[in-house]
């Protein structure tokens, strides 16, 4: 069974770094695209970064020049570093992976549980 556990969340002051984690488990075939989604208190999810499995990535503007998303392809893991964090980025991240387990022939979306980011002084 596959299960995506995430880690690095924390509360950070204004201008600080936080690099997040989410490293997928279970028998894993292929990952198509990685992701990350974040949900403040009040607002809809929005994607924040996402990679494709060639390499292409796409970016919010909101993080742009500040959010690095990138991955491990050895520990099925992907990453979001974020540098210059601001108090809008205050939210809830969430990873988001289109993989294909063992013993199926279709890919299927993963979601990780959630880490907290906050952003404060």
């Known amino acids: 069974q596959v299960q995506l556990v995430e880690s690095g969340g924390g509360l950070v002051q204004p201008g600080g770094s936080l690099r997040l984690s989410c490293a997928a488990s279970?028998?894993?075939?292929?990952?198509?695209?990685m992701a990350w989604y974040r949900q403040a208190p009040g607002k809809q999810r929005e994607l924040v970064a996402r990679?494709?499995?060639?390499?292409?990535?796409n970016y919010a503007d909101s993080v742009k020049g500040r959010f690095t998303i990138s991955r491990d392809n050895a520990k099925n893991t992907v990453y979001l570093q974020m540098n210059s964090l601001k108090p809008e980025d205050t939210a809830d991240y969430y990873c988001?992976?289109?993989?294909?387990?063992?013993?199926?022939?279709?890919?299927?979306?993963?979601w990780g549980q959630g880490t907290q980011v906050t952003v404060s002084s």
């Open positions: 988001n992976l289109a993989l294909r387990p063992a013993g199926t022939n279709s890919m299927y979306d993963y």
């Open positions: 279970g028998s894993i075939i292929s990952i198509s695209v």
């Open positions: 990679r494709t499995s060639g390499g292409s990535t």
